[in-house]
């Protein structure tokens, strides 16, 4: 199996698209920009962030200072070459962010994504420790991630189709670390891309911040933000069964 990292490699440009799919817009990039919430003059890190999506929004929030943090090179590059804000950005591994050397600095911390890429629970609780350790006591960290209840019946394929996005499980009930294939962006003319995931229960990912030190758990609501009404009902149900849970832990 390829690794997490290689699966980023040459796929940079084909991820970024991804960003410009409707749901994004309706139904992801709205809740995540609730949880986020007023940033001004807060120091931010987006973390895993690809191509500098959510850096670019927390910037547009009112973030004093963004630093974009991801282990891809590739994805590093082309965040770079999309910035016009004066983002800073670091090739680091957000499994070992302690290395950034910046402990205590950020008010708020947001990571896309970045969850499920973590294979095992054990990783997660390192992961939680590790992350408080650059957040300043009081601030917050932000996760969006897939829903525990659009995986755990075993049954995800073709679940997302017409979203543009397909799940893979091993036709079994997950458990906590499982990994999952997600295939973006397939067409009758390409295949897509396929990225290998791994299923977390909230609670256990909840458990996990908690015994890291976090506490003020939430999951927020989702928010849809369609311009017509057909745009509404199009994404009722999604909304209602939604893909993504946002998380939100204080560092008390
Ligand atoms: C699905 S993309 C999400 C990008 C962005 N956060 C977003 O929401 O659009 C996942 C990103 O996580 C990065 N990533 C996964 N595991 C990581 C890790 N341990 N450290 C740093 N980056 C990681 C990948 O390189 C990739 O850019």
Request: proline share 12%; glycine share 4%.
């Given at each position: 199996m390829e690794s997490t990292l290689d699966q980023y490699t040459d796929k940079a440009e084909h991820y970024s698209?991804?960003?410009?799919r409707d749901w994004v817009r309706v139904v992801e990039r709205p809740t995540v920009l609730r949880a986020l919430g007023d940033l001004r003059n807060l120091t931010c890190m987006d973390m895993?962030?690809?191509?500098g999506y959510y850096a670019r929004q927390m910037k547009l929030l009112g973030a004093a200072e963004v630093i974009g943090v991801d282990y891809s090179p590739q994805m590093i590059e082309l965040a770079r070459s999309l910035d016009d804000l004066s983002i800073t950005y670091l090739t680091q591994d957000c499994e070992r962010l302690e290395e950034l050397g910046?402990?205590?600095?950020?008010d708020v911390v947001f990571g896309g994504w970045?969850?499920?890429?973590?294979?095992s629970v054990e990783r997660v609780s390192r992961f939680a420790q590790n992350l408080r350790s650059v957040v300043k006591p009081g601030g917050r960290t932000v996760q969006l991630f897939g829903n525990e209840n659009r995986f755990s019946s075993g049954?995800?394929?073709?679940?997302m189709d017409a979203m543009g996005q397909r799940f893979e499980a091993n036709g079994h009930v997950p458990r906590d670390g499982d990994p999952y294939k997600v295939i973006i962006g397939a067409t009758g003319d390409s295949p897509g891309v396929e990225l290998i995931n791994h299923y977390y229960t909230h609670p256990t990912i909840k458990k996990c911040f908690m015994e890291a030190g976090f506490g003020e758990c939430k999951f927020h609501s989702i928010v849809l933000q369609a311009k017509t009404t057909a745009e509404r009902e199009k994404y009722r149900e999604f909304v209602e069964d939604p893909l993504i849970t946002v998380f939100e832990a204080k560092n008390v």
């Open positions: 698209k991804l960003k410009e895993a962030c690809g191509s910046m402990p205590e600095y950020f970045m969850i499920p890429y973590i294979p049954n995800v394929v073709d679940l």
